[in-house]
């Protein structure tokens, strides 16, 4: 059996390659395309032009459905690894879980409404994928904290806490390169500029603030990686329970529509509901 068949440790791994897939494949076509310059611009302006910017769009909704799957599984091993009686952990775990949720949202929310068409709704996408996003990495490291040693080992903890600053400095980085940017180009339309010149005002500024951007985005995805290991341990079914032997809303062949299946006759096949 090979690492990716194991529990649900496919879902990590496809959010991960199917996200950096995303982002490289909306590069390169820009780049070929010469939308924007070949020395990293925003994740953002790739996806802004037609052609890329509707296969942009579409990969990013299915990195978000992907992306709102692993929260959950994620949740749920929690949930059955903490038990009843961390009410601390439980509520942790849920706030997570709402954070994940938001985030995944917020990546939809980024792929279809580009920079250039409305920005304002650009931005807030951003901020629900990265800053929530950010929260929610906080979030999970401080599950981890609680978990270890008893549940995984410390280097576990350790390396999503390294995970966790790298995020925190990339946002530093790009917020404040990005500040330094739009105050040195007063009267500019910034959303607009596609290409830029080296020397130009701003430009340093801006070379900072796009390798920020890339830099949290690739640390969002190192995250994942680190949950692939754990999902090999859990896998989820869901259970199919029939109220009635019929679906008339009245009596049918002598047998009432609440009347309920025997045990027997209910169905369970892999994937939803919780077990580790």
């Known amino acids: 059996m090979w690492w990716f068949q194991q529990g649900m440790s496919f879902l990590p791994a496809a959010l991960v390659v199917w996200t950096a897939a995303s982002f490289v494949f909306a590069y390169i076509t820009a780049v070929v395309l010469r939308h924007v310059d070949p020395l990293l611009p925003y994740i953002s302006d790739t996806g802004t032009v037609a052609p890329e910017r509707c296969v942009f769009g579409i990969m990013l909704d299915v990195s978000a459905f992907l992306g709102i799957a692993t929260v959950y599984v994620r949740y749920k091993q929690v949930e059955a690894l903490a038990g009843e009686a961390e009410l601390r952990l439980h509520r942790l775990n849920c706030f997570g879980l709402l954070l994940g949720w938001i985030s995944s949202i917020g990546m939809c929310v980024v ?3 580009q920079k250039t068409t409305l920005f304002s709704m650009h931005l807030v996408g ?6 929530v996003g950010a929260l929610y990495i ?3 490291t401080l599950l981890s904290l609680h978990m270890q040693p008893h549940v995984h080992s410390r280097n576990t903890f350790l ?3 390294g995970i966790g600053v790298w995020t925190l400095s990339s946002i530093i980085s790009m917020f404040v390169s990005s500040v330094i940017m739009y105050s040195s180009l007063p009267g500019v339309d910034v959303a607009q500029k596609l290409h830029w010149t080296p020397g130009e005002t701003g430009y340093t500024a801006h070379i900072v603030s796009t ?3 890339w830099s949290l985005a690739f640390s969002f995805i190192s995250f994942f990686l680190t949950y692939i290991r754990d999902f090999q341990k859990i896998t989820l079914r869901a259970e199919a329970d029939l109220q009635s032997s019929h679906l008339y809303d009245w009596s049918h062949g002598g047998v009432a529509a609440s009347h309920r299946l025997k045990p027997e006759a209910s169905e369970s096949s892999p994937l939803l509901a919780g077990g580790t």
């Open 159 to 161: 390396v999503r806490l």
């Open 138 to 140: 906080l979030v999970q």
């Open 211 to 213: 390798v920020s951007e």
């Open 111 to 113: 792929a279809n409404f």
């Open 126 to 131: 951003a901020v629900l994928t990265f800053g």
